[in-house]
């Protein structure tokens, strides 16, 4: 069976998750359309070019570096490389949503810059901003100009065949949300002209941290209650989860949705899922309107056995709207903690160079640095071989059957839509977030850690 993460498929809502200390910090980062070129300082973050277990990320030019004709290298100049990352900062309901995507593009380039570029290639970074509902004038924006878009996602990439891929763009993504963009299980980055290093296929559904749950709370999946947003892109998520849920034998006694922008009043959710025997909670959407709900659920004093979340609520916006009542909510992911970073080398370089920055720090912002990671490693190579095109990097992303980015994940597989099957989850406590399992290892990887679902 192939294995697949569908974790992240609602990383395209807020996710704000930082380092000890720092956690959730703002920086002013720019939103839409802007060129940048971003110097670090001169002994910014390990210049030396390379991160974690990758080496040679960065660096001056070793050699080829020739400018392929035509399309395919648009954006290609014998100095430089023009890039575009794509984030939701705009919209309206929840101003700066997912800017920790543009803060680590420009950290990355930054970085990268400041290293010698890519095999000497400055990059320019351009930030479009889609606004949750204008993801297609922000990718026809990036069509006219780009020569790859990395690092970044937003919620209505099932318009991307329509956008990107029509004009031949190319995405090194963040995140890809819908199975219009993700794609299936074993299909190749030449085929959805998207490479992902955390790959989302919309037909597949990791259990790994479920069944860990599941093994301290054996009984609770009998009545679980899932709560979602009245949006297409979330509903769409709701198919796949819940798939995913009963796979493992849970009854699905509950099914609630919610306004996109929030509730005036959540008791009504809370009363019901008390009212029908909800012993796990699931709720799907971003850290704002789940606080909301907690603190509903609190001041009610209802306590389901366990209160479940995707890894996009490893953010401390959550902690900080939420308060006490987010106090043992539980949350999967795949990513070593950024509480965690003493003792991983990767993860420490990411807080490192987000601090030389100033931006947020967050679970998207690593998950768009393996992205960067990744584009520059393909580009390095091909530009080496002074083969610098939208193919070549299709083609070489096809081949990279392993990835960690550096060592900030657990292990997937870009070229064939393959994620871990691995997952670890983590504790809310006493305001803070804390390691819940597994304890004598990185991740748990259990055999049936993976589900096929229907795409929704």
Not at 296 to 304: D, M
Not at 428 to 448: H, L, M, N, Q, V
Request: glycine content about 14%; proline content about 5%; overall charge negative.
């Amino acid at each position: 069976m192939k294995k697949v993460l569908g974790l992240l498929a609602v990383l395209s809502l807020t996710v704000a998750a930082s380092s000890c200390g720092d956690r959730g910090s703002d920086s002013s980062g720019g939103t839409g359309g802007d060129d940048s070129a971003t110097t670090a300082p001169a002994d910014s973050g390990g210049g030396k070019g390379d991160w974690g277990d990758l080496k040679g990320v960065c660096g001056p030019k070793e050699k080829g570096g020739e400018v392929p004709s035509g399309d395919d290298s648009q954006g290609v100049s014998a100095d430089s490389i023009t890039l575009g990352t794509v984030a939701d900062p705009g919209f309206s309901a929840r101003p700066g949503l997912n800017q920790e995507i543009f803060d680590a593009g420009d950290a990355f380039v930054a970085w990268c810059n400041a290293a010698g570029g890519i095999n000497g290639k400055e990059l320019k970074l351009n930030k479009h901003d889609a606004k949750l509902t204008d993801y297609k004038p922000a990718i026809d924006e990036a069509c006219g100009t780009d020569f790859a878009m990395v690092g970044g996602g937003a919620v209505q990439d099932n318009l991307w065949a329509d956008t990107g891929g029509a004009c031949d763009l190319i995405d090194v993504a963040g995140f890809a949300v819908t199975p219009e963009k993700a794609g299936l299980a074993g299909q190749t980055p030449e085929e959805t002209r998207t490479v992902q290093p955390i790959p989302n296929p919309g037909d597949r559904y990791i259990v790994a941290g479920l069944k860990l749950v599941n093994d301290k709370y054996p009984d609770a999946l009998a009545k679980t209650g899932f709560l979602t947003a009245d949006f297409q892109t979330l509903a769409a998520q709701y198919s796949k989860e819940s798939q995913g849920f009963e796979a493992e034998d849970a009854e699905i006694v509950y099914k609630g949705t919610y306004g996109i922008n929030g509730e005036a009043n959540w008791t009504p959710f809370v009363t019901a899922m008390e009212k029908d025997g909800v012993k796990f909670q699931k709720f799907i959407g971003e850290g704002a309107n789940g606080a909301a709900l907690e603190k509903a659920r609190a001041q009610a004093g209802f306590e389901p056995e366990v209160r479940y979340y995707e890894t996009n609520f490893y953010d401390q916006a959550f902690l900080d709207a939420g308060g006490s009542a987010v106090d043992g909510a539980l949350i999967s992911s795949l990513f070593i903690p950024m509480e965690e970073a003493a003792d991983h080398p990767a993860t420490q370089q990411y807080l490192d160079v987000m601090d030389e920055q100033g931006g947020k720090k967050a679970l998207l912002g690593m998950q768009s640095t393996s992205a960067w990671l990744l584009f520059a490693t393909l580009a390095r190579d091909c530009d080496q071989a002074g083969t610098l095109t939208r193919s070549c990097i299709l083609e070489g992303a096809a081949k990279v059957t392993e990835w960690t980015g550096g060592g900030l994940h657990a292990a997937t597989n870009p070229a064939e839509n393959d994620p871990a099957a691995c997952q670890m989850v983590m504790e809310i406590k006493d305001g803070k977030f804390t390691r819940w399992g597994p304890d004598d290892e990185d991740y748990s990887c259990p055999d049936g850690a993976v589900v096929e679902v229907e795409p929704a």
